[in-house]
């Protein structure tokens, strides 16, 4: 099927507004006592109860897949989606969500080298353009210029930029096995993979008889839901229709609909130069969506 980048840009725009409502909501669980560890098995577990379920019963044929491509898909199952997730969830425990949201997205300026140095693809200037447009709006959105630079928390940092290599990783290997599957049975077996990975190195269903109040429980299931199965099947999707650039550039609209959710929701007021990196960001992702 000949690529839609406009279904594309629907598909990535959407899973990052998901995104955007899932991270506040993990911090929050994080606070009442849910551990890192314990909410990225949960959530990878739950979601891939959910798939196996819809794939039994309505897409058993997209099941199918080549025994010789099953190291791929375990490879993108545990190093990518169960790693991206593990690394990105330590971080906001540790940090900010903003300042976390700030540092993954230094992985498009990733992709844009890897690409030009290893996969020798010609790099636009409007593609230096939009990445730069990205991070300085990313920086300016979340307010990463009012913190105390020598009070930063360094683990934080670490683990943020390590969910940038981990997300740049995902993206690039993840759109290979896309040239041979469809994006359905790809994310079936990175979510089994995954799952596997994460009851082997932790017990499993280590949430369940701890006495988590029903309040606890919509949320690790909203953040396994909303913020992990639909999304990351929309990314995917958009994976299929995009170039991983162009995917990822889009992607850092997160922290707007981070920062307009904070707005909305606890009052939190835009300041001149949030509102200046928010245009920014949207600017960048009007010239990817116009480049090509």
């Not at 190291?71 to 990518?80: D, E, H, S, T, V």
């Not at 290997?173 to 079936?188: A, D, I, N, R, S």
């Not at 994976?239 to 992607?251: A, F, Q």
């Not at 929701?265 to 009007?286: K, P």
Request: charged share 10%.
């Amino acid at each position: 099927m000949e690529k839609n980048a406009t279904r594309g840009f629907i598909y990535i725009i959407s899973a990052t507004i998901l995104w955007s409502m899932a991270a506040p909501l993990a911090k929050y669980l994080f606070n009442a006592g849910i551990s890192p560890t314990d909410l990225v098995q949960a959530r990878v577990s739950y979601s891939f109860m959910v798939l196996a379920v819809v794939f039994g019963v309505f897409r058993r044929s997209a099941l199918r897949i080549d025994a010789k491509d099953i190291p791929y898909f375990a490879l993108l199952g545990i190093f990518g989606f169960a790693l991206v997730q593990y690394t990105y969830f330590i971080a906001i425990s540790k940090i900010d969500v903003g300042v976390a949201l700030s540092l993954q997205y230094t992985a498009p300026t990733m992709i844009v080298i890897y690409s030009a140095l290893f996969l020798k693809k010609k790099i636009t200037n409007t593609t230096v353009l939009s990445v730069s447009l990205a991070l300085i709006g990313c920086y300016l959105v979340i307010g990463a210029y009012n913190v105390a630079f020598e009070a930063l928390n360094w683990d934080g940092i670490l683990w943020s930029l390590s969910s940038a290599v981990v997300f740049a990783f995902y993206t690039l290997y993840g759109e290979k096995g896309l040239k041979k599957y469809e994006p359905w049975t790809v994310f079936f077996y990175v979510v089994l993979f995954a799952t596997i990975f994460w009851n082997i190195a932790h017990p499993p269903l280590v949430l369940v008889g701890q006495g988590w109040s029903w309040n606890i429980w919509a949320g690790i299931l909203a953040v396994a839901m909303l913020g992990t199965l639909i999304p990351f099947a929309l990314f995917f999707m958009a994976l299929k229709e995009l170039d991983p650039i162009r995917l990822t550039v889009t992607s850092t609209l997160e922290p707007i609909f981070a920062t307009i959710m904070a707005f909305l929701t606890l009052g939190e007021a835009l300041d001149l130069v949030q509102i200046i990196g928010g245009i920014f960001i949207v600017v960048s992702v009007i010239l990817m969506a116009r480049k090509g």
